[in-house]
Protein backbone atom coordinates (compact mmCIF):
# COMPACT_ATOMS: atom_id res chain seq x y z
CA UNK A 1 0.00 0.00 0.00
CA UNK A 2 1.17 3.34 -1.09
CA UNK A 3 1.52 6.12 1.88
CA UNK A 4 -0.98 8.77 1.79
CA UNK A 5 0.09 12.27 0.89
CA UNK A 6 -0.06 13.38 4.28
CA UNK A 7 -0.38 11.42 7.25
CA UNK A 8 -0.42 12.03 11.18
CA UNK A 9 -0.04 8.40 12.30
CA UNK A 10 -0.96 6.62 15.44
CA UNK A 11 -0.55 10.34 17.08
CA UNK A 12 -0.31 10.50 21.29
CA UNK A 13 0.19 14.07 23.25
CA UNK A 14 -1.04 16.99 24.31
CA UNK A 15 -0.33 20.49 25.50
CA UNK A 16 2.05 19.32 27.45
CA UNK A 17 -0.26 18.10 30.99
CA UNK A 18 -2.33 14.52 30.26
CA UNK A 19 -2.55 13.43 26.33
CA UNK A 20 -5.52 14.71 24.41
CA UNK A 21 -4.88 12.38 21.16
CA UNK A 22 -4.71 8.53 22.15
CA UNK A 23 -3.36 6.45 18.87
CA UNK A 24 -4.99 8.94 16.67
CA UNK A 25 -4.51 8.41 13.09
CA UNK A 26 -5.64 11.53 10.49
CA UNK A 27 -4.74 10.82 6.64
CA UNK A 28 -5.47 12.73 3.50
CA UNK A 29 -4.83 11.89 -0.42
CA UNK A 30 -3.38 13.99 -2.97
CA UNK A 31 -6.43 15.92 -4.55
CA UNK A 32 -9.04 14.72 -1.77
CA UNK A 33 -11.31 16.04 1.28
CA UNK A 34 -10.44 14.49 4.15
CA UNK A 35 -12.79 15.49 7.23
CA UNK A 36 -12.50 15.09 10.85
CA UNK A 37 -16.36 15.13 12.69
CA UNK A 38 -17.08 14.56 16.42
CA UNK A 39 -18.69 15.43 19.64
CA UNK A 40 -17.60 18.79 21.49
CA UNK A 41 -13.95 18.16 23.24
CA UNK A 42 -12.96 15.22 20.93
CA UNK A 43 -9.31 16.36 20.07
CA UNK A 44 -10.83 17.29 16.38
CA UNK A 45 -8.43 20.68 16.38
CA UNK A 46 -5.69 19.05 18.60
CA UNK A 47 -5.69 16.46 15.68
CA UNK A 48 -5.05 19.22 13.00
CA UNK A 49 -2.73 20.91 15.20
CA UNK A 50 -0.69 17.94 15.93
CA UNK A 51 -0.27 17.32 11.79
CA UNK A 52 0.68 21.42 11.10
CA UNK A 53 3.36 21.09 14.33
CA UNK A 54 1.62 22.94 17.37
CA UNK A 55 1.98 20.66 20.00
CA UNK A 56 4.55 17.92 20.88
CA UNK A 57 3.67 14.60 20.07
CA UNK A 58 5.12 12.00 22.79
CA UNK A 59 4.18 8.69 20.15
CA UNK A 60 3.75 8.93 16.50
CA UNK A 61 4.83 11.04 13.18
CA UNK A 62 3.55 13.39 10.83
CA UNK A 63 4.86 12.45 7.40
CA UNK A 64 4.29 14.70 4.02
CA UNK A 65 4.76 12.93 0.67
CA UNK A 66 6.79 10.03 2.31
CA UNK A 67 8.94 12.27 4.54
CA UNK A 68 8.98 12.45 8.43
CA UNK A 69 8.14 16.17 9.23
CA UNK A 70 7.58 15.55 12.96
CA UNK A 71 10.88 17.61 14.44
CA UNK A 72 9.66 20.49 11.98
CA UNK A 73 7.77 23.92 13.70
CA UNK A 74 4.60 24.88 12.27
CA UNK A 75 7.17 27.87 9.51
CA UNK A 76 8.85 24.86 8.41
CA UNK A 77 6.03 23.12 7.22
CA UNK A 78 4.68 26.22 5.89
CA UNK A 79 7.50 26.06 3.27
CA UNK A 80 7.05 22.31 2.97
CA UNK A 81 3.82 23.35 1.36
CA UNK A 82 1.30 23.10 4.03
CA UNK A 83 -1.22 25.72 4.62
CA UNK A 84 -3.32 26.35 8.15
CA UNK A 85 -6.50 28.59 8.07
CA UNK A 86 -7.24 28.68 12.69
CA UNK A 87 -10.85 28.98 13.28
CA UNK A 88 -10.48 32.42 14.98
CA UNK A 89 -7.79 35.80 14.68
CA UNK A 90 -7.10 34.40 11.32
CA UNK A 91 -6.95 37.46 9.49
CA UNK A 92 -5.67 40.87 10.44
CA UNK A 93 -8.57 42.93 10.47
CA UNK A 94 -7.22 46.75 10.01
CA UNK A 95 -5.52 45.22 6.81
CA UNK A 96 -7.49 45.81 3.31
CA UNK A 97 -8.33 42.72 1.57
CA UNK A 98 -5.52 42.93 -0.47
CA UNK A 99 -2.77 43.77 2.27
CA UNK A 100 -4.26 40.10 4.35
CA UNK A 101 -3.26 38.30 0.76
CA UNK A 102 -0.41 39.87 0.54
CA UNK A 103 0.92 38.96 3.96
CA UNK A 104 -0.02 35.02 3.21
CA UNK A 105 2.58 35.20 0.32
CA UNK A 106 5.63 36.30 2.75
CA UNK A 107 7.05 33.40 2.08
CA UNK A 108 7.51 33.44 -1.70
CA UNK A 109 10.26 35.08 -3.80
CA UNK A 110 8.47 34.87 -7.19
CA UNK A 111 5.77 37.31 -8.87
CA UNK A 112 2.31 36.78 -7.23
CA UNK A 113 0.40 38.25 -9.17
CA UNK A 114 -1.21 34.77 -10.58
CA UNK A 115 -2.14 33.45 -7.40
CA UNK A 116 -4.21 36.65 -6.47
CA UNK A 117 -5.77 36.15 -9.53
CA UNK A 118 -7.10 32.67 -8.67
CA UNK A 119 -7.84 33.71 -5.32
CA UNK A 120 -10.26 37.01 -6.89
CA UNK A 121 -11.44 34.52 -9.20
CA UNK A 122 -12.24 31.60 -6.45
CA UNK A 123 -13.35 34.51 -4.56
CA UNK A 124 -14.69 37.28 -6.93
CA UNK A 125 -16.51 38.94 -3.70
CA UNK A 126 -12.48 39.39 -2.70
CA UNK A 127 -11.93 41.52 -5.80
CA UNK A 128 -14.78 43.57 -5.71
CA UNK A 129 -13.64 44.88 -1.64
CA UNK A 130 -10.21 44.52 -2.14
CA UNK A 131 -9.55 48.07 -0.56
CA UNK A 132 -11.91 47.63 2.01
CA UNK A 133 -10.86 46.47 5.75
CA UNK A 134 -10.87 42.92 5.96
CA UNK A 135 -12.33 43.86 9.52
CA UNK A 136 -15.29 45.32 7.94
CA UNK A 137 -16.11 41.99 6.31
CA UNK A 138 -18.99 40.04 6.90
CA UNK A 139 -18.08 36.30 8.78
CA UNK A 140 -18.30 34.80 5.55
CA UNK A 141 -16.11 37.01 3.61
CA UNK A 142 -13.59 36.95 6.44
CA UNK A 143 -13.81 33.35 6.18
CA UNK A 144 -12.80 33.23 2.23
CA UNK A 145 -10.02 36.35 3.20
CA UNK A 146 -8.20 33.67 5.38
CA UNK A 147 -8.99 30.81 3.15
CA UNK A 148 -7.67 32.94 -0.13
CA UNK A 149 -4.35 34.24 2.17
CA UNK A 150 -3.19 30.39 3.33
CA UNK A 151 -3.75 29.46 -1.14
CA UNK A 152 -1.30 32.30 -1.32
CA UNK A 153 1.36 30.18 -0.37
CA UNK A 154 0.74 27.64 -3.36
CA UNK A 155 0.02 25.30 -0.71
CA UNK A 156 0.28 20.99 -1.47
CA UNK A 157 -2.66 20.56 2.08
CA UNK A 158 -4.88 22.93 2.86
CA UNK A 159 -6.17 22.44 6.61
CA UNK A 160 -9.30 24.37 7.70
CA UNK A 161 -10.11 24.73 11.36
CA UNK A 162 -13.82 24.98 11.60
CA UNK A 163 -13.70 26.98 8.19
CA UNK A 164 -17.94 27.90 8.60
CA UNK A 165 -18.23 28.06 12.18
CA UNK A 166 -20.53 30.98 13.06
CA UNK A 167 -21.50 31.56 8.96
CA UNK A 168 -25.29 31.09 7.59
CA UNK A 169 -26.26 27.89 5.76
CA UNK A 170 -25.99 29.92 2.57
CA UNK A 171 -22.78 31.07 3.13
CA UNK A 172 -21.75 27.51 4.54
CA UNK A 173 -22.73 25.46 1.46
CA UNK A 174 -20.86 28.14 -0.45
CA UNK A 175 -17.76 28.09 1.01
CA UNK A 176 -17.98 24.37 0.67
CA UNK A 177 -18.54 24.75 -2.71
CA UNK A 178 -15.42 26.55 -3.29
CA UNK A 179 -13.34 24.07 -1.18
CA UNK A 180 -14.47 21.43 -3.60
CA UNK A 181 -13.08 23.60 -6.60
CA UNK A 182 -9.66 24.38 -4.33
CA UNK A 183 -9.44 20.07 -4.11
CA UNK A 184 -10.38 19.43 -7.78
CA UNK A 185 -6.89 21.87 -8.20
CA UNK A 186 -4.78 19.13 -6.87
CA UNK A 187 -4.65 20.41 -3.20
CA UNK A 188 -5.19 18.12 -0.66
CA UNK A 189 -8.00 19.26 2.06
CA UNK A 190 -8.27 18.24 5.62
CA UNK A 191 -10.34 19.98 7.67
CA UNK A 192 -12.05 19.81 11.04
CA UNK A 193 -15.90 20.57 10.96
CA UNK A 194 -18.66 21.50 13.17
CA UNK A 195 -21.26 20.50 10.65
CA UNK A 196 -20.95 16.73 10.36
CA UNK A 197 -23.87 16.10 7.69
CA UNK A 198 -22.68 18.68 5.73
CA UNK A 199 -19.00 18.13 5.56
CA UNK A 200 -18.93 14.29 5.05
CA UNK A 201 -21.63 14.67 2.22
CA UNK A 202 -17.91 16.52 0.43
CA UNK A 203 -15.27 14.40 1.96
CA UNK A 204 -13.55 11.53 -0.15
CA UNK A 205 -12.50 10.38 3.65
CA UNK A 206 -13.76 10.97 7.27
CA UNK A 207 -12.93 10.45 10.49
CA UNK A 208 -15.05 10.49 13.45
CA UNK A 209 -13.02 11.15 16.63
CA UNK A 210 -14.07 10.32 20.19
CA UNK A 211 -12.09 11.75 23.17
CA UNK A 212 -9.15 11.63 21.05
CA UNK A 213 -8.82 8.19 19.58
CA UNK A 214 -10.50 6.92 16.48
CA UNK A 215 -14.14 5.95 16.84
CA UNK A 216 -15.26 5.26 12.64
CA UNK A 217 -12.72 5.83 9.94
CA UNK A 218 -14.50 5.49 5.91
CA UNK A 219 -15.41 7.06 3.20
CA UNK A 220 -17.31 9.96 3.95
CA UNK A 221 -20.28 8.23 2.23
CA UNK A 222 -20.25 5.61 4.43
CA UNK A 223 -20.04 7.46 7.25
CA UNK A 224 -23.33 8.97 6.17
CA UNK A 225 -25.01 5.60 5.35
CA UNK A 226 -23.72 4.00 8.90
CA UNK A 227 -26.95 4.11 10.93
CA UNK A 228 -24.38 3.87 14.34
CA UNK A 229 -22.36 7.33 12.80
CA UNK A 230 -26.22 8.97 12.25
CA UNK A 231 -27.63 7.64 15.72
CA UNK A 232 -24.63 8.88 17.45
CA UNK A 233 -23.03 11.69 15.42
CA UNK A 234 -25.42 12.88 12.74
CA UNK A 235 -29.11 13.24 14.92
CA UNK A 236 -30.59 10.27 14.01
Given amino acids: MAEPFLIGDAMTGGYGGADI ?24 STAMKAVFGMLKLR ?57 MEQVY ?11 QAAGELSGGQR ?23 GVSPIVMDELFDRIIEIARTGISILMVEQ ?15 VQGANRYTDTGAALLADPDVRKSFLGG
Fill in 195 to 209: NARQALEIADKGYVL
Fill in 59 to 115: LGAVRLEGEDISALTPQARVAKGMGFVPQTSNIFPSMTVEENLEMGAFIRRDDIAAT
Fill in 143 to 165: QQVAVGRALMTQPKVLMLDEPTA
Fill in 21 to 44: LHDCTIAVEKGQIAVIVGPNGAGK
Fill in 121 to 131: TLFPILRDKRG
